[in-house]
């Protein structure tokens, strides 16, 4: 799913809303999210999930193209955990959608 069509899912959901107020309110909340994160906190949202900063440190690395050592500097990096009721959810609806093995 991409924005927009997050955007037309909320508007169908609240058809008295019209789609630029929808569109203002979906913006508004992935930039609290974002300007959360940004100052080192943390985004949870009860029955989704809960995005946090991990840090990734500085380390020795190599260009693919040239083989060269090349030197990543620490970093951080959004990690995503998701709720019980989340990954409960997706797992059983994969289960519909998993092939069974003949023989």
Same mark, same amino acid.
């Given at each position: ?9 909320? =508007? $169908? ?45 500085? $380390?020795?690395?190599?260009?693919? $193209?040239?083989?060269?050592?090349? =030197? ?22 994969? +289960? +519909? ?7």
């Amino acid at each position: 799913m991409v924005k927009s069509e997050l955007i037309n899912a909320f =508007a $169908k959901k609240q058809p008295q809303l019209l789609h630029r107020e929808v569109t203002a309110i979906v913006d508004t909340i992935l930039t609290c999210m974002t300007n959360e994160l940004a100052n080192g906190g943390r985004v949870c949202v009860r029955g989704f999930g809960t995005f946090t900063l991990r840090c990734r440190a500085p $380390k020795i690395g190599r260009n693919p $193209k040239t083989g060269k050592k090349v =030197a990543i500097e620490q970093r951080y990096v959004v990690h995503f955990k998701p709720s019980a009721y989340l990954s409960k959810r997706v797992d059983d609806s994969s +289960k +519909k959608y998993s092939i069974q093995r003949i023989g």
